[in-house]
């Protein structure tokens, strides 16, 4: 069956790769400040999940709003850098430099500007970081216009906003669903890593630097593993709104 080629590949991966894991931590006897074993991290996941779990939405919550605030106001932009040839010359530059933007350096700094217990920080970092690849993947597909399209559009006088709601914004969608998965994986690590440098200590970035200072290496992996399955379901997220908004490509 076609999800049996899709689905047992990865997950036999997967398992072999934990199995060997397992095996060489055991036998090799590395210490657990350099890898523990995937037991250890379980044992300690089960443990903590409550922990794991709450940590988990603090920092789900700081990513999903970056992500929501990052990927409108790139669509926003793209939409006038598409219609004006100078402002998407300008934007372009401005955004890669956005994009290139530590989070090391960002984060302290902007920590700095709010108070300690105030979450902004953290989403302003994860918005920052969303940014850049929904812009760049939705300007080029506003600006991919199919010329017959343009021409039809001309014949009945369309005028600008309807020739972007009717013409470029539905020929857009795929380009800006490719954004959105890039960014959503990319929101989740920025709200986490932020959190490694001040404010709330609620999050998941929080508990692994708490974990980890006091030598409770196992117990900062199972927080690591909750800030992969938080990002999973992110970009698991971001594929079910694509083909709901366009059922048309999962049929296809």
Request: charged share 15%; hydrophobic share 55%; aromatic share 10%.
């Amino acid at each position: 069956m076609r999800w049996a080629r899709t689905v047992v590949p990865p997950v036999l991966v997967g398992v072999l790769t934990v199995a060997g894991w397992e095996l060489t931590v055991t036998f090799g006897r590395i210490a657990p400040f350099i890898l523990p074993a995937p037991s250890a991290i379980w044992e300690q996941l089960v443990e903590q999940r409550a922990n794991v779990v709450d940590a988990a939405l603090a920092s789900g919550a700081n990513a999903l709003v970056g992500l929501v605030v990052g990927a409108a106001a790139a669509v926003l932009a793209a939409l006038a850098a598409s219609r004006v040839r100078w402002l998407g010359d300008v934007s372009v530059p401005f955004a890669a430099v956005l994009n290139a933007l530590p989070i090391i350096a960002l984060a302290p700094i902007l920590n700095n500007m709010f108070e300690s217990t105030s979450s902004v920080p953290r989403r302003l970092i994860a918005a920052i970081i969303a940014f850049f690849p929904v812009f760049i993947n939705t300007l080029r597909g506003l600006r991919e216009v199919d010329p017959t399209h343009r021409e039809l559009m001309d014949s009945y006088a369309a005028g600008g906003w309807t020739f972007a709601r009717l013409v470029r914004l539905p020929g857009a969608l795929p380009y800006v669903f490719t954004g959105l998965r890039q960014s959503s994986s990319l929101a989740v690590i920025a709200a986490v890593v932020a959190e490694y440098f001040g404010g709330l200590q609620d999050g998941l970035g929080a508990r692994i630097t708490s974990a980890a200072a006091f030598t409770a290496y196992p117990r900062a992996w199972a927080f690591v593993v909750g800030a992969c399955v938080l990002g999973l379901v992110f970009y698991l997220t971001t594929l079910l709104l694509e083909r709901l908004a366009m059922p048309w490509k999962a049929r296809s």
